[in-house]
């Protein structure tokens, strides 16, 4: 695996986004709107209680959706080094990317139709298989020079 | 590889970068500006529901779905206009910078348009916000809690803004920039 480092600094943040996006709750904190880590995620997600999990009975910072987002990045992030050796090509990476954005797209258009009625759950597992798709896709840059 | 395109591989430079930069962030950030403001004025001229569901708390998400492909759209731009060869790290610096420019013309035209046009805008946002959630069916202490820390909120000076704003919009950027990195540049021989 190449560029070592700045695989370690992208992990790092992640890493601390994921933390971050737990809340105010594994803080001791009573809430997590105004908490500062509700406030340095305020701009990016809309943090709805009843769409959001709760830590220690505190919403987390963001709602299930971005969770899993975050929480995929970060577990399709530490799965690199695996997915380097597995050597998936590009075009499948990019196909599974496309299917999880579908996915992302389908789900958000059938609820707000009414065809159904998603869930914190569906909405984690979705945005998990989003995360770890994206991870897959920028996991070609890391393959060692032949 | 002609000599062209060898001769820009020898001149890349951090200067390189900023067109680029400048012009996606310079969009979105507008994009994302006008965004707000759309979903600001929804806010303030809808009745109070007492849902969390309001145009306030959706712009966030809209807005951060929008601004966060602009990453990917800079590695496009530069690939197109600069040079089709850019390493990963390149990508993720475009991608972060793309970022932090986002946030500060998003923020400098906000704070203009409450400067020039509507000084009554962010009070009439919080009043409106207010309102909502007086309306929602909760204990009164934790109501007033949330009245507290939303007002709290809404009045963070321009350079704590920056400070919330420019390291996550940046991370998201970064991220996506590193997805068009796989997408639309090349390697170089030396590299394959």
Known sequence: MQHRWFYTSILASLIFLVIVSLGGGIWGAE???????????????HQMPDRSFSINGVQMAVNTRCFG?????????????????????????????????????????????????NTNISRFMLGLLLGIAVAAVISELFKQKQ | ???????????????????SIVIVGAIFGLVSFVAGLFFGYQQINSEPTGSFFSPATISSGIICLITAFAGMVTVWH???????????????????????????????????????????????????????IEAMDMPSSTRDDLIDTMA?????????????????????????????VAIFAEKKEDEL
């Open chain 1, 31 to 45: 809430q997590t709107i105004g908490h500062w880590t509700g406030r340095l995620l305020e701009g990016v997600c």
């Open chain 1, 69 to 117: 987002i975050f929480a995929g990045l970060l577990a399709g992030w530490l799965s690199i080094p695996v997915m380097i050796r597995l050597k998936a090509s590009k075009k499948w990476t990019l196909r599974f990317l496309l299917c999880t954005v579908f996915l992302q797209i389908a789900d958000f258009t059938g609820n707000l139709l009414g065809l159904w009625v």
């Open chain 2, 1 to 19: 590889m002609n000599e062209h395109d060898t001769a820009q591989e020898h001149k890349f430079s951090i200067a390189s970068y900023w067109p």
């Open chain 2, 78 to 132: 530069y690939t197109k206009e600069v040079s089709p060869f850019l390493k990963l790290g390149q990508g993720a610096a475009l991608g972060f910078l793309t970022g932090a420019v986002i946030t500060v013309i998003s923020l400098v035209l906000s704070e203009l348009w409450v400067l020039l046009f509507d000084p009554e805008y962010n009070q009439k946002i919080l009043e409106s916000i207010i309102a909502n």
């Open chain 2, 152 to 180: 709290d909120s809404m009045d963070q000076s321009a350079l704590r803004q920056l400070f919330w704003g420019i390291p996550v919009t940046g991370l998201f950027n970064l991220i996506t920039a590193l997805i068009g």
